[in-house]
């Protein structure tokens, strides 16, 4: 019998396999799980150089793969010159004369970190001392920024920018600089281990600049320790599908490869931007938008062609709708399933009979089990009732029907819009609650510990087309693990948000321990 070079041992094991863990271990060996059981190690497994790592009831779980990242977000709260210190908007502007002079001429002015109200008359003074010198600086959070008018006029964007869409040729110039990106990008992969995650689906704009030479010299490298599937979202420009067969038949490796590509659809209903079937309360308005559904289509098909998979973000159930039927004139198996795993990415309000077409169709949903982690019940109820009235918000985040109907889910962050963090995950999609304590909203509609980390770890794997090497622990995968520090089957769900990942393996290496 082979012997194992790591055994983690628990009263916990979630294989996803199952909905409820066994108590047993894990055997790996090289990148691989060579035996998961239950009861008292094997002895025929162990020799003098096994590593065993007796976890108590602390739960084992496969990895977890988010579906839906966006380093591109995540790196503004980082570029330039740190500000997090700074108390005073005199303080800045003389910090952004200073650093200035270290940046060649010909280059823009980039910061990051303040944390204090901006005074707009007093920031004016650096219009005037750098005339055609681009400025952009970001908050801590990367919610806000300043910029001068000569970077409204290099970027195109100003002050009402709503989306990182519109910051494309900022973020183009950002991770061309591959000293700064590469480094970074080390750094954010070491935060998404810290969470327990091991896979993304990373979106980069259009050809995502010239970041996927940074992917391919880390992996080549041996330095990832994170599996990244990325995509093209067409900003600048309409879907490139040369581009597409290009990195599809160059990244075949375990670690990055490509994975098609994402859209926008409608936006959110709180701004009346989501499309919905009836009008909003009191107006004659289903859409504030207008969505090119013509381009939208015409792109899916051709990419469905083309054997790649799309991603279409919609949120009003009328666009939900409209995906669902473009989706339908995609290829289909004998079973009536799309032959590519075509998604939608939050369906956050869905009727009924098209979460059934969703299911009958095979249509992934890439759900946000931390969205209410961003609001709080009398806000986003509030909303509800003005924009659609209650009793069309029944309908709002209904994942349980997804189950039910046969939906295959996984789960996405839209990171920086928060950092995973698979145990608040757990609480709000369980209970449906804004806050512990709080109130329950459409309880109707929560779901299981077991559904959730089934999401986060075979569903993305499915989404990701990895679900034969990845997504569960079973003899022969790929040793993709991430461990809990507390028996989170045993633990009372207002206590989830207590508790850590404390360990985690990609491909059999120990890429984040804090036992």
Request: proline residues 2%; contains cysteine; aromatic residues 10%.
């Amino acid at each position: 019998m082979n012997k194992a070079q790591i055994i983690l041992k628990s009263r916990s094991i979630f294989t996803a396999l199952e909905c409820m863990p066994l108590e047993g271990y894990v055997a790996i060996k090289d990148n691989k799980i060579l035996k998961v059981s239950n009861g008292e190690i094997d002895s025929r497994l162990v020799d003098n150089s096994t590593l065993i790592y007796d976890m108590g009831n602390k739960t084992i779980s496969p990895g977890f793969s988010d579906a839906h990242v966006f380093f591109s977000g995540w790196m503004l709260r980082y570029i330039g010159l740190d500000l997090s210190n700074i108390k005073n908007t005199k303080q800045i502007i003389e910090e952004i004369i200073s650093y200035s002079k270290s940046v060649k001429e010909n280059k823009p002015i980039w910061a990051h970190g303040y944390s204090i109200d901006l005074d707009k008359s007093e920031m004016d003074a650096l219009n005037k001392l750098y005339k055609s010198r681009p400025i952009v600086i970001f908050s801590h959070d990367g919610e806000s920024f300043w910029l001068n008018k000569a970077a409204i006029n290099h970027y195109g964007f100003d002050f009402c920018a709503n989306c990182n869409e519109v910051l494309w040729k900022l973020i183009e110039e950002v991770l061309d600089d591959h000293n700064f990106s590469k480094h970074l990008y080390k750094e954010y992969v070491k935060m998404l281990n810290s969470h327990g995650v091991t896979m993304v689906k990373e979106i980069g704009y259009d050809t995502f600049s010239s970041f996927t030479q940074v992917l391919e010299e880390l992996e080549n490298n041996n330095d990832l320790n994170l599996r990244v599937n990325f995509m093209s979202q067409p900003v600048k420009e309409g879907a490139n599908f040369d581009y597409g067969k290009k990195m599809r038949d160059k990244f075949k490796g375990d670690y990055v490869r490509f994975s098609g590509f994402n859209r926008m659809s409608d936006g959110s209903i709180s701004q009346m931007d989501g499309y919905i079937k009836e009008p909003y309360n009191n107006t004659d308005i289903n859409c504030n938008l207008d969505i090119d559904w013509e381009t939208i289509e015409s792109e899916v098909i051709e990419a469905d062609e083309n054997n790649f998979r799309f991603s279409l973000n919609a949120q009003g159930n009328a666009a939900v709708e409209k995906v669902i039927k473009i989706y339908s004139k995609c290829k289909k198996d004998i079973n009536n399933k799309l032959i590519n795993r075509h998604a939608i990415t939050e369906a956050e309000y869905a009727d009924f009979e098209d979460i059934v077409q969703m299911g009958k169709f095979g249509i992934i949903c890439e759900f946000y089990p931390q969205i209410q982690s961003i609001s709080d019940y009398e806000s986003k109820v509030n909303m509800i009732q003005d924009k659609i009235g209650l009793e069309r918000g029944k309908n709002y985040w209904n994942r349980r029907k997804m189950v039910e109907l046969g939906v295959p889910l996984c789960c996405g962050t839209d990171l920086p819009l928060v950092i995973d963090d698979i145990p608040n995950s757990i609480f709000h999609t369980c209970t449906n609650k804004f806050a512990v304590g709080g109130k329950v909203f459409n309880e109707d509609n929560t779901l299981k510990k077991s559904q959730v980390l089934k999401a986060w770890t075979i569903g993305g794997a499915y989404d990701m087309y990895r679900e034969c090497e990845l997504g569960t622990l079973e003899a022969g995968k790929l040793a993709d693990i991430s461990v809990f520090d507390k028996d989170i089957f045993n633990t009372e769900i207002d206590d989830m948000n207590n508790v850590k990942i404390c360990f985690t393996m990609v491909n059999g290496k120990i890429v984040y321990n804090n036992l």
